[in-house]
């Protein structure tokens, strides 16, 4: 005769499965070195931009520090502490690091190619609506926004920064 298995049951193994599978830990390593890489990305944008820019612009633009584009990239900086942390606490053996991997990749080659190429598309479309007299239609659109996407550069700012987080969280 086939065993029913009632709710109360289901609760009762997943707690014991759950507390023999894993230690209590207050804070999760991987999630913390991914949003704390993220932070000091954003954090960092206003800073290499003004020293980049500082023969041109003279003022701080701390717009920069919530905006997308820059260097270095956050979203690089974001998935590949994740990433890192998750290989550093569970080894490159697994299918999270696996996944976190991939994820990673992803995200990058997004950053430097599909989301640069449309700010760069979007730089030219505002090229070509200034150009259009006053009369037209849409010479009164809100320019688009071109800073979308990063460089390669930016990018891999993004991931050594990130790989330099996770692995100070870990020895730390």
């Known amino acids: 005769m086939d065993e029913v298995m ?26 913390l070195s991914a949003v704390l890489a993220c932070a000091i990305a954003q954090f960092l944008k206003p800073v290499t931009t003004w020293y980049m820019c500082r023969f041109k612009e003279k003022r701080w633009d701390s717009r920069r520090m919530v905006g997308s584009g820059g ?40 950053a430097s190619g599909v989301r640069l190429h449309a700010g760069r598309q979007a730089e030219l479309l505002n090229l070509i609506v200034c150009e259009l007299p006053p009369e037209h239609p849409v010479s009164t659109v809100k320019p688009l926004r071109d800073s979308l996407g990063h460089t390669p550069l930016q990018v891999i700012a993004g991931a050594v920064l990130g790989c330099i987080v996770a692995f100070i969280l870990r020895t730390s």
């Open 6 to 31: 009632t709710a109360a049951d289901s609760v009762s193994s997943l707690r014991t499965y759950s507390s023999q599978s894993s230690s209590f830990s207050p804070w999760n390593l991987p999630l």
């Open 71 to 110: 260097m270095p990239s956050s979203h690089s900086a974001l998935v590949t502490a994740l990433a890192s942390a998750i290989g550093f606490q569970e080894g490159v053996g697994g299918s999270m690091f696996a996944v976190a991997v991939v994820l990673a990749c992803v995200v990058m080659y997004d």
